[in-house]
């Protein structure tokens, strides 16, 4: 049965989020009579996308979430490699002479079709398209955030998190696009001076922050960490599944946008709620728990806790090779995990030559495997591997405020956060470059003259003092103990090689913790026991 949708477009909605009304482009001028008989004759939808869109629409009027769910990630994909490989889905105002008074569906059509353009169609977005996704995120968090009361509407939990995860990207797109002016026409050089508020850093921020308080999802996962009931201050909107995953996945937002404008502290403080030590919300989504758990480590790499950054990484990494199978025929996660992926195996070398310790023998006979060629040199101190990794591994960093339009800026001027970023990461590989020698001689010794090492080291024995209390401090790191908060922890070693100078003699003691083979063996028996299994009813079958 078909309801009649509301018609969301004659609503005011007050404006407190910092969005703005949408200018005119210019691209409509002239008679509006010759444009609405330009318009007529512009596209005719084919009648299977009618179909589908008709049913799409149908859906959300229903609340039906399974049929929703069904739409949006087979449907909509498959209609878009059989139709819309590289080109946009049809406009929304040809979509909305096939479904009229239901501005509701049209902002959320919108939000995939401008989310195909950015990703599928060559050449990408054009300056007009980036201005109206935006003004379509506004008014799609308007009408969620505005409401005096809970909006009749329920998406599955993937398509709020690819919203969030889209918004922060189409900002960050525009952010990296407005800097690169050479190859600007002039009049797009006067539409961004004159737009300063569009995609600006503080309008997401507060979209984020806003969906965050809306939902009381950091009281709720107080409560629930604390074994209480989260539904007893979720309040009348974060009861709704609606705001309470908006909210969740604005905490995860928040710490991504965070990680890219280079503030590492305040993207682990803003998840202090969110106990991502233990399965929680995010597990649900498997795309939100990897992109969780690549910004965790990519900020404790950065904060020097290296500790904390592999076990983060590795944990990820298990997650990935356990749930690799779920995602396989999903083209369009596929894709994005695998990059994730073997961006985390990069960061987790990096951390391990910085802080080598025992991590899960399956992840590190990956890492040997793939990445063992590039590990031994920057073990040697290659500091180009280093950049090239780091490079490989980071986010695409981004300057909270726009370029002065004003003056001429350097060709690699969108290039300026990244760098601070490299910079700031090859200080500490250069602080640390001596730590693998000498740990490479203590290892031999028991006691050893500072002389001697000197010697070895061909430095002063000054100098290799200064080395050894480098070593000492660079060894120990803040580690997370217990707790929600990411922040907290207690200062450890990790050193497999530990040591203190009486005088003029270094004496050292190996703290290297002897691998479990028990463990391997075992788990490899029972690999062999099942494959043995395997063969021998494959040998009953054909018998």
């Known amino acids: 049965m078909w309801h009649e949708s509301e018609d969301y477009g004659e609503v005011e909605y007050e404006v407190p989020y910092g969005y703005y009304p949408q200018p005119e482009f210019g691209m409509r001028m002239g008679d509006p009579e010759d444009y609405d008989r330009q318009f007529q004759k512009s596209y005719i939808i084919p009648e299977m996308i009618k179909n589908f869109l008709l049913y799409f629409q149908k859906s959300i009027t229903d609340l039906n979430i399974y049929e929703i769910q069904n739409a949006y990630e087979n449907g909509f994909n498959k209609l878009t ?16 002479r096939v479904i009229p008074q239901d501005n509701l569906f049209l902002i959320l059509y919108k939000e995939l079709y401008y989310r195909h353009v950015y990703a599928r169609v060559q050449g990408g977005p054009t300056l007009e398209q980036r201005f109206e996704s935006y003004y379509n995120y506004c008014a799609l968090f308007n009408y969620i955030l505005s409401a005096e009361t809970p909006v009749p509407l329920e998406l599955p939990n993937q398509w709020l998190w690819d919203i969030i995860d889209e918004f922060i990207y189409q900002f960050q797109s525009f952010s990296q696009f407005r800097c690169k002016l050479s190859k600007k026409k002039d009049e797009e050089i006067d539409m961004l001076r004159q737009s300063p508020k569009v995609w600006n850093v503080h309008s997401v921020l507060n979209v984020l922050h806003s969906l965050v308080d809306k939902s009381n999802i950091n009281q709720q996962l107080e409560v629930y960490t604390s074994g209480g009931d989260p539904d007893s201050v979720a309040g009348e909107f974060g009861r709704r599944p609606l705001y309470k995953m908006l909210g969740y996945f604005s905490l995860v937002g928040l710490l991504r946008l965070h990680s890219l404008l280079g503030d590492y502290y305040q993207a682990l403080k803003v998840i202090g709620s969110m106990n991502f030590n233990k399965k929680t919300m995010n597990s649900r989504v498997s795309t939100c728990h990897i992109t969780t758990c690549y910004y965790i480590g990519f900020a404790y790499m950065m904060m020097r806790r290296y500790q904390d950054a592999i076990r983060t990484l590795t944990n990820s990494l298990l997650f990935i090779q356990r749930t690799k199978s779920l995602f ?28 080598p310790i025992c991590i899960d023998e ?31 591994a980071c986010p695409k960093f981004l300057s909270p405020v726009p370029p002065n339009y004003d003056i001429p800026l350097p060709a690699n001027y969108h290039k300026e956060p990244y760098l601070q970023q490299l910079n700031v990461f090859l200080k500490e590989v250069v602080n640390q470059q001596l730590i693998p020698t000498i740990r490479s001689y203590l290892k031999l010794y028991t006691t050893l003259p500072i002389s001697k090492l000197a010697a070895f080291m061909e430095m002063k024995e000054e100098d290799l003092v200064t080395h050894l209390m480098c070593f000492k401090h660079k060894m120990k790191n803040l580690v997370w103990t217990k707790g929600t908060s990411g922040l907290e922890g207690e200062f450890q070693s990790a050193s497999e090689v530990d040591f203190y100078i009486d005088k003029d003699m270094i004496h050292i003691a190996d703290t290297k913790v002897a691998r479990r083979y028990g463990d391997f063996f075992i788990r490899n028996i029972h690999k062999f026991d099942e494959l043995n299994r395997t063969l021998k009813a494959m040998h009953l079958q054909k018998h």
Not at 81 to 96: G, I, L, N, Q
Not at 329 to 355: P, W
């Open 362 to 392: 399956t992840i590190y006979s990956q890492l040997r495997e793939k990445y063992g060629d590039r590990m031994i040199k920057m073990q040697k101190g290659d500091m180009q591997e280093f950049e090239t990794s780091f490079q490989f």
């Open 328 to 355: 396989q025929n999903k083209t369009y996660l596929y894709d994005q995990i695998n990059k994730q992926n073997d961006q985390m195996y990069t960061m987790l070398a990096m951390c391990l030559v910085l802080h």
């Open 81 to 96: 490699d059989r139709f819309f490989k590289t080109s946009p889905w049809p406009e929304a105002d040809d979509v909305a």
